[in-house]
């Protein structure tokens, strides 16, 4: 059968959360003919294996830890059987199934043309996207953005390394592993780490140097890698892995290590990789358009998502500036208005500076700005400023104590009006405190700022307020 052949103004390659923002922009406030084509489920990775599950697991973990907190404030409860890691997991499929479907309808609200498929670019404004049935459609565009995003890397040196999992697995999984270990130092490997420890899972965190989180603040490091240890995770410092093999009960294998310790082999029911992701451009036909790609394999874009190609734009994790779920939103939005939106939109940009982030560990951490060491250097030592305070934060008056969590502050500010460029936070509520203060920074708050502000008592945010 020969191909059917669509035209429009904008097709969009990618369902995730920039691509569907940039076509529902595009199609449902400007007009313009949009075809969107996504081969999985569409929302992508936030949706399907990423945010939205991963933070209702950390809720689950949330409550394990709130159960056990309850007694130290007199509450007396028998658990009469252990988390039922099966229904629950079953129960999150059932909400991310019906994101799902609500997802497709905006679409179809916004009148844009949803394709399930797999596309291949034929030429800068041409793709052919192979359908489920097999049948093929060749779509001409004026304007095409490559927003497929990205997957988790499986290490490809390492024997064995196929019998571990990564981030998408984690989702997968039908039963609660009774032993597992978790490799990278990055933000999804803590996070993991953190829900399958407080779920009650033996977990075992491997790093490659001493502290995880390497990106953030030093503060951040060094309390929350001191606090998983304090918590009972195992932290494998210096590590490097040598082979995966099966181990000598059913579905539980050993892994052969080394560390800070020596060496060692480690009987595991799970290993899941968290060492990074890859762009999800391996058939997509980027040669054939003459798209160009960094060495990592992202597309290149610059901050207006221009590829070196005309009318070819990209977002997102597959060309990797920040790979976060609202950046690859604003992104789509921001092109679509420039695309689409008139004159009065010729300059329209996301600005990637001051982007807020929060890694869902245990506790909380959140990031606005510039680390002190990236500070130091990008303004001089002598312009530099850091308030910072340690402190129990009141949830935990009534534990034990080797029952209370750290939580830590920092504001790194620079110049005579100490404009705050840097704010790291951790503890209890860190993620829903950080938004408000994220608009603060954003609009240039000095310390005088903060300080104007009155406290309010009694709170752990109060303290970002009264710092000196």
Request: charge should be negative; proline fraction near 3%.
């Amino acid at each position: 059968m020969a191909p059917i052949t669509k035209e429009c103004d904008y097709l969009v390659i990618g369902g995730g959360s920039g691509g569907l923002a940039s076509a529902r922009r595009a199609s449902g406030q400007y007009g313009a003919k949009t075809i969107a084509v996504e081969s999985n489920r569409l929302g992508g990775t936030c949706v399907n294996v990423g945010c939205v599950p991963k933070k209702v697991t950390w809720n689950a973990a949330a409550i394990a830890e709130s159960l056990k907190d309850a007694r130290a404030y007199g509450f007396s409860f028998k658990e009469t059987a252990p988390f039922d890691w099966t229904t629950f997991k079953h129960k999150r499929d059932a909400y991310v199934k019906r994101l799902n479907g609500i997802y497709e309808r905006n679409l179809s609200n916004d009148k844009v043309e949803y394709l399930h498929g797999r596309a291949h670019l034929l030429s800068k404004n041409e793709a052919e996207v192979v359908l489920d049935d097999g049948s093929k459609t060749i779509i001409r565009t004026k304007k095409m953005l490559l927003a497929t995003g990205g997957h988790p890397t499986i290490p490809q040196d390492i024997p064995g390394s196929e019998m571990g999992i990564t981030s998408d697995g984690f989702f997968d999984l039908e039963k609660q592993p009774k032993k597992v270990a978790v490799v990278g130092a990055g933000y999804i490997a803590v996070e993991m780490a953190g829900m399958f420890n407080a779920l009650g899972s033996e977990t075992h965190l491997f790093i490659r140097h001493e502290n995880f989180l390497r990106n953030f603040d030093p503060m951040i490091q060094e309390t929350i890698t001191k606090e998983y240890e304090r918590q009972g995770i195992h932290i494998h410092r210096n590590s490097s892995q040598s082979k995966l093999e099966k181990g000598d009960q059913d579905n539980w294998m050993k892994l052969h290590y080394k560390d800070s310790k020596g060496e060692g082999v480690l009987d595991i029911d799970c290993l899941l990789w968290a060492i990074g992701r890859s762009p999800e451009v391996e058939d997509l036909g980027l040669d054939k358009a003459g798209v160009k790609q960094n060495e990592k394999g992202q597309i290149i874009a610059d901050d207006y998502q221009n590829t070196n190609v005309d009318n070819i734009y990209s977002l997102g994790d597959v060309s990797g500036k920040v790979e976060l779920t609202p950046v690859a939103i604003a992104a789509g939005r921001k092109l679509s208005d420039r695309l689409f939106g008139g004159p009065q939109y010729q300059g329209s940009k996301l600005d990637y500076t001051n982007i807020p982030s929060v890694v869902f560990a245990h506790p909380e951490v959140g990031s606005i700005g510039l680390n002190e060491p990236d500070a130091r250097e990008q303004y001089g030592d002598e312009n530099i400023k850091v308030y910072k305070t340690n402190f129990t934060a009141m949830y935990y008056a009534m534990m034990e104590a080797e029952e209370k969590g750290p939580t830590s502050y920092k504001l790194i500010c620079t110049g005579k009006e100490e404009k705050v460029v840097g704010l790291h936070i951790l503890g209890i509520g860190s993620s829903e405190m950080l938004q408000g203060f994220g608009v603060a920074v954003k609009l240039g708050a000095t310390k005088k700022d903060f300080d104007n502000c009155v406290a309010i008592h009694p709170t752990s945010a109060e303290e970002l307020v009264t710092l000196k």
